[in-house]
C-alpha cells in the first residue's frame, strides 16, 4: 500500500471519529460498498455514500457514540 492511500486512511478514520462524515465519506471512492454480508447473513450491503451513511446511522443507534481505532 503507498504511504499516500495510508494517508488517506487515516485522514478518513480521524473524519469519521471526529464526527465528519462528509471528510470520511471524501476519502473513498463514491462506489464504495461495505458488504457485512459475508459475515452475518442477515446483514445487508451498503453501497455508496448513502449506503455507507446509512450503516454508520445504524451503528450510532446500536452503540450511541462510536469509534475506531484501528491500530488493536
Request: a negative charge.
Amino acid at each position: 500500500m503507498s504511504q499516500e492511500n495510508v494517508e488517506i486512511f487515516w485522514r478518513g478514520t480521524a473524519a469519521f471519529n471526529d464526527g465528519d462524515w462528509d471528510a470520511a465519506l471524501a476519502t473513498m471512492d463514491p462506489n464504495v460498498e461495505f458488504d457485512l454480508s459475508r459475515v452475518m447473513p442477515e446483514m445487508e450491503r451498503y453501497r455508496g455514500y448513502e449506503g455507507v451513511r446509512a450503516f454508520w446511522r445504524m451503528l450510532r443507534d446500536v452503540f450511541g457514540e462510536f469509534r475506531t481505532d484501528p491500530r488493536r
